[in-house]
C-alpha cells in the first residue's frame, strides 16, 4: 500500500470512528488518531498505527502529512502528524488534484494556513512560501 493510500485510509478510518470525546477519534483496536495537544490543528496517528509501514521519506511525499516526529506524544518515533484539513469533506482529494507540493503545504501549515481551499489557492497563485502567513486568518476568511 502507497502512502497516499495509506493516508487515505487513515483519514477515512478516523472519519468512520466514533469520536469518544473532543479531539480524540478511536474505534476496537484503540486510539485511531488525537489532536495535537498544543493547540495546533494537526491530526496525530499514533505509533502503533504507523509504525513500519513506510519510512519517514515517503510520509513526507503526501501534502498532508505535516511531520514525521521523534519526541513523546506528539513527536514519537514513527508518529504521524496529519493537518486537520484532510479530514475536511473532498479536501484530501482536491488538494491531491491540485498537485501542491507537499513542501509547500508543510510551509503553509507552519504560516497559518489550515484550509485545503486556502492552500490550494495559494498555490495555484504562486504566493512564495514567505508571503504565506501574511494570507492566514482574517484575510482569508474575508473571501
Do not use: N
Amino acid at each position: 500500500m502507497s502512502v497516499f493510500e495509506t493516508v487515505a485510509d487513515l483519514v477515512q478510518q478516523i472519519r468512520a470512528a466514533r469520536q469518544g470525546w473532543q479531539g480524540e477519534w478511536d474505534d476496537s483496536r484503540g486510539v485511531l488518531a488525537w489532536m495535537d495537544d498544543d493547540g495546533a490543528d494537526l491530526i496525530v496517528i499514533p505509533k502503533a498505527r504507523t509504525c513500519g509501514t513506510h519510512s519517514e521519506d515517503a510520509w513526507l511525499t503526501h501534502p498532508a502529512v505535516f511531520l514525521v516526529a521523534d519526541e513523546p506524544r506528539t513527536r514519537a518515533s514513527q508518529e504521524v502528524a496529519l493537518a486537520s484539513w484532510a479530514l475536511d469533506d473532498g479536501a484530501l482529494d482536491a488538494v491531491l488534484a491540485a498537485e501542491v507540493d507537499p513542501e509547500y503545504a508543510r510551509a503553509a501549515q507552519r504560516a497559518g494556513v489550515t484550509d485545503a481551499w486556502q492552500l490550494i489557492e495559494a498555490w495555484r497563485d504562486g504566493i512564495p512560501i514567505e508571503f504565506l502567513s501574511a494570507l492566514a486568518g482574517d484575510v482569508w476568511a474575508a473571501r
